[in-house]
Nanobody, 127 residues
Framework: QVQLVESGGGSVQAGGSLRLSCAASGYTYVTYCMGWFRQAPGKEREGVAAIDRYGTTSYADFVKGRFTISKGNAKNTLYLQMNSLKPEDTAMYYC?????????????????????WGQGTQVTVSS
């Protein structure tokens, strides 16, 4: 059974940094495409960053140059390094996965491309 468990969220002042982790288990990690999403109260879930099974990354415009997505191969862990945080980055952050060896992901920042989700970790940025 596929499981994704996020950690690393917390409260930070504007301009600070956090690193989110997503521990993945129950599947062949290397064949999966993964992404980070976020959802603020009253808003729709939006894609933040994505990484395919070859390591190619993509980012939403609002985080380019500030956030970095990466995979830790040895420990089946996905990371999101977040720098220069802004109050508008406040949200619940989720990691997501899909087996892209059997499914072609066309829109990596769209939530409906992914079928496995973690429970989320809260990020709060104060001004």
């Amino acid at each position: 059974q596929v499981q994704l468990v996020e950690s690393g969220g917390g409260s930070v002042q504007a301009g600070g940094s956090l690193r989110l982790s997503c521990a993945a288990s129950g599947y062949t990690y290397v064949t999966y495409c993964m992404g980070w999403f976020r959802q603020a109260p009253g808003k729709e879930r939006e894609g933040v960053a994505a990484i395919d099974r070859y390591g190619t990354t993509s980012y939403a415009d609002f985080v380019k140059g500030r956030f970095t997505i990466s995979k830790g191969n040895a420990k089946n862990t996905l990371y999101l390094q977040m720098n220069s945080l802004k109050p508008e980055d406040t949200a619940m952050y989720y990691c997501a996965a899909v087996d892209c060896s059997v499914y072609m992901v066309r829109r990596p920042h769209h939530q409906y491309e992914y079928n496995y989700w973690g429970q989320g970790t809260q990020v709060t940025v104060s001004s």
